[in-house]
């Protein structure tokens, strides 16, 4: 029977996509691992995968189509000694559907496995961390009739493909006890919907007879417009603010760069300012956490984000285990992802997670500002730039330093004031003192 592929969900957040490019055409033959097609998501351009062998028989949705929702179909698939005939007969099957429930009923003959067959595929699912789940139609119909995930049942076909014997010896809860659980718990009150701003005709209406460009929104500058007024709407957010004295860090910077010039090696602040946001979380640890709904997820490791300025928007990729490596490490890591972010070529599992971010603008001159908190982590460190500015020196005398004004974004849900200022007092004393910080 005809399979049709659908629209991928590339990542736990996406909802549609572009269709970018087709690598196949129709008649060709294609295998399981097979690139098929080139996808854009709000975040990157991915290569898509065929998760099921065949000819391509038809394909449904031209390349360049916008907007394209995921789980549509996009290609059908044929079986050796299918034609353009069978589609056409299995996209008929579902007008036929009430006459054949009625037969059904009738005579209640039909077996499990023809049931299987006339039932269209489930999506070709994702893991949580957005990887494709490699399972035949079959085993995503059954997976689905048994309300079975994917993601639990380890596959004894090739390349560990999920098959048909697979799902069969996996077993669901119970579905009395599934069908319990929502009764079990009040609904709780739908939330007061947020204030809607004025429509995009009543805008255009406002500035009627002024010369104006109308900029259409891409994938990214949508995502990241919803995110963020949800973010600012929904996170109870407070602001701590700090100077931090450089001159310590700028000589070491220069000791250190001198000596790693040989290996093609060259430190900026912000790998310093990683680094110490990296290790004032572990000094803090109930800091290092994320926000989940209805609790608080400690992490183990420091996993920063760090925001990449691109074209049209914004990455956050993240540097995992970053309080475990070298500077020189999280220097290399942070070149190639920044690189990579700026052609939207990172993973989701690159750019998705973390705990913590930093935003810095200092590089384009920006004294001091307030970022937002990117849910679901706890905190933002926004990093200004480094000016040189008369202090008061410890004996009381007035010197001249290098200053860098930090205010770092937190949500009360995770962190209070007394821990926000141990957070931050740790990421000071850290960037004042980096030889100790580097122990």
């Known amino acids: 029977m005809p399979t049709e592929i659908l629209m991928p969900a590339l990542s736990p ?17 294609v295998s399981s691992g097979d690139l098929i097609a080139e996808i854009e998501t709000d975040k990157a351009t991915m290569e898509f995968e065929a998760v099921d062998e065949g000819i391509v028989g038809k394909i449904l949705i031209a390349e360049g189509s916008e907007g394209v929702k995921v789980n549509t179909p ?12 069978d589609i056409a007969t299995s996209a008929a099957q579902p007008e036929a559907a009430p006459a054949a429930d009625a037969a059904k009923e009738a005579a209640p003959a039909a077996s499990d496995a023809a049931a299987a067959s006339a039932t269209p595929a489930p999506a070709a699912p994702a893991a949580a961390d957005g990887s494709r789940i490699f399972a035949s139609p079959l085993a995503r119909r059954i997976a689905a009739d048994k309300g079975l995930d994917l993601s639990a049942i380890t596959g004894s076909g090739p390349r560990g493909r999920i098959i048909k014997a697979d799902v069969e010896n996996a077993s669901a809860a119970p579905k009395a006890e599934a069908e319990a659980k929502p009764a079990a718990a009040a609904p709780a009150p739908a939330a007061a919907a947020a204030p809607a701003g004025p429509s995009a005709d009543q805008v255009a209406k406002m500035y009627e007879g002024r010369s104006f460009e109308e900029v259409k929104l891409d994938g990214m500058r949508k995502t990241i417009a919803a995110r963020l007024s949800e973010a600012k709407q929904t996170i109870p957010h407070f602001y701590l603010r700090r100077d931090i004295q450089l001159d310590a860090l700028l000589k070491f910077r220069g000791e250190l760069n001198k000596q790693l010039e040989s290996r093609g090696v060259k430190l900026s602040v912000n790998d310093f300012i990683i680094k110490a946001v990296a290790n004032a979380l572990q000094q803090v640890p109930d800091a290092n956490a994320v926000w989940a709904g209805d609790r608080v997820l400690k ?36 070149k190639d992802l920044a690189k990579r972010a700026r052609d939207r070529k990172l993973a989701p599992h690159e750019y998705q997670g973390g705990a913590f971010a930093i935003s810095n ?13 990117n849910p679901p982590h706890a905190g933002i460190l926004a990093v200004g730039s480094g000016v040189k500015k008369p202090v008061v020196g410890k004996d009381g005398e007035l010197t001249v330093a290098t200053v860098m004004s930090v205010t770092m974004s937190v949500d009360h849900r995770v962190i209070d004031g007394a821990m926000g200022a141990d957070l931050l007092k740790a990421i000071v004393e850290n960037l004042e003192n980096p030889v100790a910080m580097l122990a």
Do not use: R
């Open 74 to 85: 996009i290609a059908v698939l044929l079986e050796d000694g299918e034609s353009a005939d």
């Open 13 to 29: 957040t996406m909802e549609e996509g572009t269709l970018a490019k087709w690598l196949v055409k129709e008649g060709d033959t």
């Open 361 to 373: 603008l200092g590089m384009f001159g920006i004294d001091n500002f307030d970022a937002i908190v």
């Open 299 to 334: 992490m183990k490791a420091s996993d920063v984000a760090v925001a990449v300025a691109i074209e049209g928007g914004l990455f956050t990729p993240v540097l995992q285990d970053a309080d475990m490596k070298s500077l020189s490490s999280l220097s290399a890591e942070m």
